[in-house]
């Protein structure tokens, strides 16, 4: 069943979750609950796009608490300090030549929860997170990626 799957957080992202949860329980419910007042307010609610909009604003926020709810119920928090600098696993931060434009990229490997592409927090479960975990230094790596296979080489294992 999907609600039992083990979340993979750094400390860091479980409190990003729980500040998340905090913020839409206490003051944006509270704005949305003004909003909808505030429509009620303007008579016939059958009519009302704005009613519409707070009510449908908030049927999404709740179902967006409830979401991070069974996340935080089931995180698994990663003890960074347990982390092996010697191969690449969960919480490392993997610097990689990029063999193929003779570049240097840095990913950070994090459970799918806290992946975000664009600075560099990459799944272990997408093809290069995958493809890089259990790996050392020097070891040369070849991602499946649907343009083909990109060849990466560790350069630099850390926490």
Known sequence: ????????????????????????????????????KVAISFGDISENAEYDEAKNEQAQMEERILKLENMIRNAVIIDESKIDINVVT?????????????????YTIVGSAEADPYEGRISNESPVGRALLDKIVGQVVDVHVPDGVVKFKILEIRR
């Open 1 to 36: 069943m999907e609600d039992k799957k083990e979340i993979l957080l750094t400390q860091e992202g479980y409190q990003k979750l729980e500040d998340e949860v905090e913020l839409l329980k206490t003051v944006r419910r509270r704005e949305v609950a003004d909003r909808i």
């Open 90 to 106: 969960i919480g490392s931060i993997v610097k990689v030549n990029d063999m193929e434009f003779d570049e240097e990229v840095e």
